[in-house]
């Protein structure tokens, strides 16, 4: 089987869940004998290197291109702007995506068996390819516009989401909250999504000493954005240091919310109990997790939440949001209604005076991280791709 | 051959989740007390109700004879009608009431004098409400091994209750009367007859799948021994096997079905009038929850362990409503909510539990239990 894969970011970038999860799926995909032509917007100024470990049968096609993950219009004006204008990208976030719609359905032939999408900005990409294939169209959809605003959708990024998954012969979604949501905002046909729940890569991540400080810390980490919630994660630290005054929280990730997050420790005083890192990469990131008692996931909405197995892996105990697509397989964790900050602050203050559950978490964590590996997802999708495939 | 049942009736006080660590030191509303309406309401509703009235209907045609065990914390939940429809069986004189622990506890593992206080209290409130004094004990969840019998004949009871575990039987049939090596003799659940029903009677899959009575009768005369010894929890009726899967259809035909067959329903004290056949020895512990058939279902885990360690370590210096709510807290389903099996039995394990995850339950109890600790250190220097 050949698939040629529209999706993003591979080792060492990283700027979420999106890549690593492109990432995973191909590894694991691979893993199980299937050939496949990844193709990437890639942007020159940032190097070659990317590591394909494990991946024999995998090939990457890099589009030279401003477009990465989670972009806004805004977002992609300023890099627009950093970049000195270059001419030879789009003028704006759309164009960009059309012009690299138009070259990575370049790639497309006949060879290919199945065309695969990862979210809105590689859909036209995939209806062009299938156009010229006349193979099956398979998208993926990783999270709403919806999720990613809290609701308030930049529309024709939506009218985009939605005429992918129209189009599309099927439609992957990561958790069964996402084919909700996609039902609802969109309409798709129920009968044509999938739900796949992620896995984790844990070849290339050891886990490193617990570090434990002195203090009892309690860890966020994610892009500053409304959909990470992270002003609750404040709240929930003002209400647990009302309790105990010897609690240090620690936000790792940076975003557009990340002035006004700040300002609202300041302003409920808690600025000394509160450690903003900005974002981390690679080792420091399994560092910050060895470093906390307890992490915390507050997420507003969140399609998957991959972030909670790598707390899982790295043996921090988690408390999750009810709001998350990793609630609905995540066994060994806590969970609350992202705006419940008075259960959340209740879980976080009792665990790290009873300790007992913070060490059952991760005894139990230890063996259900097991079932989260990169195969079982990897099969999932294959399985699906038999839909299509007549 | 003879079937004996015996059914379980127990609700607990379930805590109220929303008692948190902000609510300690200042108020003590630890159980929920609109849920456990509300549970009881239905129970009462889908299974107490119908299956008394069922029960004794079948017992003036065809007097037939069992046991029940109530606890004392389902007592003080009963609505008045479910009480007095209780009271109505006991008053046929073909019901007999065991005893066991007014808290459904597992005080027996943790404080012999707190066992023998609660054994004690619930057989004062069964004597008041039911006007019969119980001489066969059954421990909390079945939980037995060879000391418990011997404590309960120091405590002058007949018989005990245990489940009919194969890695304790071996090859021996549960159908006949034993005795414990100090020479109790014990009633030993048939688990596959009984779960056939309790577990098995609506499960599609399941190759018994319909169970008719004419199917149950053969296999219970078929079955060798004196006695089959049929436990299982009185929500069997109605609430676990809901009316529409035929459950009381079922009931309501079997004792006709036996008669022709020749077996009768009789109660364990008259079960126990056989003499034993065999001694068997249970050094370790056993009860009927789960596959595993051990203590794991309420012990083992940290949340657990460290639950009852801190709650047993408490009790010396409460009294008065502080103790009373300390005994609320010894009842088993809280830690029952703590098990982290899930794998297995999690779909039981689930049933009736007010918690999203056992992490919860373990928080909500050591938040009450941190409360009654600092109330027991007033008392202290009051």
Known sequence: MKILMLGWEFPPYKTGGLGTACYGLTKGMSKEGVDITFVVPFDPGKGEFVNLKGMTKTKVERIPSLLTPYQTSAGYDACMNDQGAQEVYGWNLFAEVERYSQLAAGFADDSFDIIHAHDWMTYKAGILAREIT?????????????DRTGGHPNEEIA??????????????????????????????????????????????KSIPQRAGWNQPTVLFLGRMTIQKGPEYFVHAAQKVLSHNPNVQFVMVGSGDKLPDVINLAADLGIS?????????????????????????????????????LEAMHNGTPAIISKQSGVSEVMRHCMQADFWDVDKMANLIATSLQHTAVLDELKHNGKKEIKRFDLATPAKKVINAYGKVLL | MNVCCYFQVHQPFRLNKNYTVFDVGKHDAYFDEKLNKEVMAKVAKKCYLPTNKLLLKLIKRHGIRFAFSITGVAIEQFPKEVLQSFQKLADTGNVEFLSETYHHSLAFLYDRQEFDHQVGLHKKTIKKHF??????????????????ASHAKRLGYKGVLAEGADHVLDWQSPNYVYQSPSGVPLLLKNYKLSDDVAFRFSDKSWKGHPLTVEKYGSWLSQAPGDVVNLFMDYETFGEHQWEDTGIFNFLESLPKELEQKDIRFISPSEALKQAPKATVDMPNFVSWADVERDLSAWTGNKLQDSALEKLYKMKQTLSGK?????????????????????????????????????????????????????????????
């Open chain 1, 272 to 308: 000394d109990k509160i450690l903003f890192t900005g974002a981390l990469r690679g080792e420091d990131v399994n560092r910050a997790f060895s470093m906390a008692d307890l992490f915390v996931m507050p997420s507003v909405s969140e399609p998957f939440g991959l972030v909670a």
């Open chain 1, 159 to 204: 009218k985009r989401e939605s005429e992918g998954m129209h189009a599309a012969d099927l439609v992957i979604a990561n958790s069964q909250r996402l084919k909700d949501e996609v039902i609802k905002h969109y309409g798709i046909d129920a009968a044509k999504i999938e739900v796949v729940h992620w896995g984790l890569d844990t070849d290339d």
């Open chain 2, 131 to 148: 006007r019969q004094t119980p001489k066969i004990l059954r421990n909390t969840e079945l939980i037995y091994n060879n000391e418990v």
């Open chain 1, 134 to 146: 006349k193979k099956p169209l398979v998208v993926h959809i990783h999270a709403t516009e919806y």
């Open chain 2, 322 to 382: 502080a103790l009373e709510d300390w005994r609320k807290l010894t009842t088993s389903d809280h830690f029952y909510y703590m098990c982290t099996k899930w794998f297995n039995d999690g779909d039981v394990h689930k049933y009736f539990n007010p918690y999203d995850s056992p992490y919860e339950g373990y928080i909500a109890f050591m938040n009450a239990l941190q409360d009654l600790s600092q109330r027991q250190e007033e008392w202290i220097t009051v």
